[in-house]
């Protein structure tokens, strides 16, 4: 119904930049939200940055000043820009969004996920 592709995670030093990239197509009538989340191994998924359709944005703690989320409405995309990267953000990165589809259903829908390394 609905599909995020994810792109730009990779392996990384410390202090160096990725930007993540996600790309929402299918029967969408209207994205209300989209984000990044994070999950570390053998632990729960956790947010890292939320934008909505408004243009308000939320970060975990942990990431503030280091990362931005931004959102392109044209093209259904949402990136996110990671900065002064730490061991600590070596993970798997999920997009998030909410969708408000061609059938009045409002739903949440993932990514596949896409790793991100870090190395000290």
């Known amino acids: 119904q609905v599909q995020l592709v994810e792109s730009g995670g990779g392996l990384v030093q410390a202090g160096g930049s990725l930007r993540l990239s996600c790309a929402a197509s299918?029967?969408?009538?209207?994205?209300?939200?989209m984000g990044w989340y994070r999950q570390f191994p053998g632990k729960q998924r956790e947010l890292v940055a939320t934008?909505?359709?408004?243009?308000?944005?939320n970060y975990a703690d942990s990431v503030k000043g280091r990362f931005t989320i931004s959102r392109d409405n044209a093209k259904n995309t949402v990136y996110l820009q990671m900065n002064s990267l730490k061991p600590e953000d070596t993970a798997v990165y999920y997009c998030?969004?909410?969708?408000?589809?061609?059938?009045?259903?409002?739903?949440?829908?993932w990514g596949q996920g896409t790793q991100v390394t870090v190395s000290s």
């Open positions: 998030n969004a909410v969708v408000t589809t061609r059938y009045g259903s409002i739903i949440n829908y």
């Open positions: 934008i909505t359709s408004g243009g308000s944005t």
């Open positions: 299918g029967s969408i009538f209207s994205i209300n939200a």
